[in-house]
């Protein structure tokens, strides 16, 4: 009888220190790469108490990837979190580590990081001189005819834009001219319906203009545009006047495009460092010349219509014939040399003299 009495006596008391010590933690069940993975928790430990916090990398085994010691505040909660930034995308687990909890204790959270840097495509220059103004271009795939939010954290911690929502094109392409006030590293923060993008950093090089107030009427140009169909024995020819400055030509992507373009002093350059999957882009400074543009597939077997998009210029148009400075490379077809224009003339030049040799 005895044994029976300390045996429930010893439930009553495991029941009771179980029930004792309750941990809930919560946590984002998806998360992209780059933003914060948020942990908060609730207990009944008393103030003050230390409780680890910890995250795997969930593989076919855990991994741990970083500990944190958080300690209970006054209204009996915690809160931590892991910088994401540096982890590739995958299945993480966020674990508070107690034995002896209660049943009904949570310490355990399953996360998956998406990664969807690859998405977006900046085209605009990452590094630009600083004249009051910063103009960011790109494209997002999937993004056709809907928009992008845009946030901007300038070098002093403070949000210089949005976040605001900037409409896109048939194409995907979006472009934005912001105002500033100083140079220096700008994160912009780019977000759509689906949920965040990726983050770059853009360097504003130069320092202000003493006693001069940057205003919104600076000059600024439009993404200019021109599309043809090329193969890699029939190239698409483009002619393009630069404004002064920064030019950037950009294909559209999908397909391996390779550029070459003259520029103003007859120098052939050639761009081919993106592959398919990324539009082709070639930079220069424009000088508000004329420059020539060619387009061609890297495979031989690829046939499709390529678009040309440039910044900083006055217009983009296909060329209907082969320009000038790409006929020495241009694929030879034969064709008939044509009569000269001058043989009719010539022809009744010479009769004039022999009828003024019979008349002497």
Same mark, same amino acid.
């Given at each position: 009888?005895?044994?029976?009495?300390l045996?429930?006596?010893?439930?009553?008391?495991?029941?009771?220190?179980?029930?004792?010590?309750?941990?809930?933690i919560?946590?984002?069940?998806?998360l992209?790469?780059?933003?914060?993975?948020?942990?908060?928790? $609730?207990? @009944? &430990?008393?103030? #003050? *108490?230390?409780?680890?916090? =910890?995250?795997?990398?969930? !593989?076919?085994? /855990?991994?741990?990837?970083?500990?944190k010691?958080?300690?209970?505040?006054?209204?009996?909660?915690?809160?931590?979190?892991?910088? $994401?930034? @540096? &982890?590739?995308? #995958? *299945?993480?687990?966020?674990? =508070?580590?107690?034995?002896? !909890?209660?049943? /009904?204790?949570?310490?355990?959270?399953?996360?998956?990081?998406?990664?969807?840097?690859?998405?977006?495509?900046?085209?605009?220059?990452?590094?630009?001189?600083?004249? #009051?103004?910063?103009?960011?271009?790109?494209?997002?795939?999937?993004?056709?005819? /809907?928009?992008?939010?845009?946030?901007?954290?300038?070098p002093?911690?403070?949000?210089?834009?949005?976040?605001?929502?900037v409409?896109?094109?048939?194409?995907?392409?979006?472009?934005?001219?912001?105002?500033?006030?100083?140079?220096?590293?700008?994160e912009?923060?780019?977000?759509?319906?689906?949920?965040?993008?990726?983050?770059?950093?853009?360097?504003?090089?130069?320092?202000?203009?003493?006693?001069?107030?940057?205003?919104?009427?600076?000059?600024?140009?439009?993404?200019?545009?021109?599309?043809?169909?090329?193969?890699?024995?029939?190239?698409?020819?483009?002619?393009?006047?630069?404004?002064?400055?920064?030019?950037?030509?950009h294909?559209s992507?999908?397909?391996?495009?390779?550029?070459?373009?003259?520029d103003?002093?007859?120098?052939?350059?050639?761009?081919?460092?993106?592959?398919?999957?990324?539009?082709?882009?070639?930079?220069?400074?424009?000088?508000?010349?004329?420059?020539?543009?060619?387009?061609?597939?890297?495979?031989?077997?690829?046939?499709?219509?390529?678009?040309?998009?440039?910044?900083?210029?006055?217009?983009?148009?296909?060329?209907?014939?082969?320009?000038?400075?790409?006929?020495?490379?241009?694929?030879?077809?034969?064709?008939?040399?044509?009569?000269?224009?001058?043989?009719?003339?010539?022809?009744?030049?010479?009769?004039?003299?022999?009828?003024?040799?019979?008349?002497?």
């Open positions: 009888m005895k044994k029976i009495v045996f429930v006596m010893g439930l009553v008391f495991l029941s009771g220190f179980a029930s004792a010590y309750q941990i809930n919560d946590a984002p069940v998806s992209s790469v780059g933003k914060p993975l948020i942990v908060t928790g $609730t207990t @009944n &430990l008393g103030i #003050g *108490t230390p409780i680890d916090v =910890v995250l795997y990398y969930q !593989l076919t085994t /855990s991994t741990e990837v970083e500990r010691v958080v300690y209970v505040l006054s209204d009996k909660t915690f809160k931590t979190f892991f910088d $994401t930034s @540096n &982890l590739k995308k #995958g *299945t993480y687990k966020v674990e =508070v580590p107690a034995p002896g !909890l209660g049943s /009904s204790s949570v310490n355990m959270r399953i996360i998956q990081l998406i990664d969807r840097d690859d998405e977006i495509s900046i085209t605009s220059l990452l590094r630009q001189s600083f004249n #009051g103004r910063m103009y960011i271009a790109g494209s997002i795939k999937g993004g056709e005819n /809907s928009g992008i939010q845009i946030e901007i954290v300038g002093s911690n403070t949000v210089v834009f949005g976040p605001s929502y409409n896109t094109n048939n194409a995907g392409l979006f472009s934005a001219d912001i105002s500033i006030t100083e140079p220096g590293d700008y912009v923060s780019f977000t759509d319906a689906k949920g965040f993008i990726g983050t770059r950093t853009i360097s504003i090089t130069g320092e202000p203009t003493m006693g001069v107030t940057p205003v919104a009427t600076a000059t600024t140009y439009p993404v200019f545009s021109a599309h043809a169909k090329a193969s890699r024995n029939s190239p698409a020819y483009f002619v393009v006047r630069t404004a002064s400055g920064p030019v950037v030509l294909t992507s999908s397909i391996d495009w390779v550029i070459e373009y003259v103003d002093k007859g120098v052939l350059h050639m761009a081919n460092n993106q592959g398919a999957q990324n539009p082709e882009r070639a930079e220069f400074i424009g000088t508000g010349k004329l420059v020539y543009v060619k387009i061609y597939p890297y495979k031989y077997a690829d046939n499709s219509e390529v678009f040309l998009y440039a910044e900083n210029v006055y217009s983009v148009v296909v060329s209907p014939t082969i320009p000038e400075a790409f006929a020495a490379t241009a694929p030879h077809t034969p064709t008939e040399t044509p009569q000269s224009p001058l043989f009719p003339l010539g022809g009744l030049g010479a009769v004039g003299i022999v009828v003024l040799l019979q008349r002497k």
